[in-house]
């Protein structure tokens, strides 16, 4: 509720006008990455409740995702014909596999920013430093 207010208030001058134009589009991709995010959490803590202490494959995150994107979409359109759901779920099943791989790439160029990032200290080390900082970085190389 704040943004929106903030948007307004710097689009009455000039010069905040751009600034009240580049504020409303992050502040509409924010909502977005939000209900992806929320989606990818209820579907991890589903998936955590039906096989407790068992990692999820990216496979069924995806499912779990989809199922939890389903009954959202359920609950805000409980009117909706079969044809225009599966045609929404479909659209929305799209928009929700390109942001998990946008995710999961940058969740992987994160990590081998961090190892090389570590790797470069390594030079500089003693012997017994250097392994002890190779066995920090470690599970930043292979995500």
Same mark, same amino acid.
Not at 68 to 73: C, K, P
Not at 132 to 140: M, W
């Given at each position: 509720?704040?943004?929106?207010?903030?948007?307004?208030?710097?689009?009455?001058?000039?010069?905040?006008?751009?600034?009240?134009?580049?504020?409303?589009?992050?502040?509409?991709? @924010?909502?977005?990455?939000?209900?992806?995010?929320?989606?990818?959490?209820? &579907?991890? +803590?589903?998936?955590?409740?039906?096989?407790?202490?068992?990692?999820?494959?990216?496979?069924?995150?995806?499912?779990?995702?989809?199922?939890?994107?389903?009954?959202?979409?359920?609950?805000?359109?409980?009117?909706?014909?079969?044809?225009?759901?599966?045609?929404?779920?479909?659209?929305?099943?799209?928009?929700?596999?390109?942001?998990?791989?946008?995710?999961?790439?940058?969740?992987?160029?994160?990590? +081998? &920013?961090?190892?090389?990032?570590?790797?470069?200290? @390594?030079?500089?080390?003693?012997? &017994?430093? +250097?392994?002890?900082?190779?066995?920090?970085?470690?599970?930043? +190389?292979?995500?």
């Amino acid at each position: 509720a704040g943004v929106p207010f903030l948007a307004v208030a710097l689009a009455i001058t000039l010069v905040g006008l751009p600034l009240a134009l580049i504020l409303v589009l992050v502040y509409l991709a @924010m909502l977005i990455g939000a209900y992806v995010v929320g989606a990818l959490y209820l &579907g991890d +803590r589903a998936l955590e409740v039906l096989r407790p202490g068992q990692p999820a494959s990216a496979g069924r995150r995806l499912l779990a995702l989809l199922l939890v994107n389903a009954q959202i979409s359920q609950w805000h359109h409980p009117a909706l014909p079969l044809r225009a759901y599966v045609q929404r779920s479909l659209a929305e099943l799209g928009c929700h596999v390109s942001a998990w791989l946008a995710l999961a790439l940058a969740a992987a160029a994160l990590a +081998r &920013g961090a190892y090389h990032v570590l790797s470069l200290l @390594m030079p500089y080390l003693d012997a &017994g430093e +250097r392994d002890h900082l190779h066995a920090l970085a470690g599970p930043y +190389r292979k995500p």
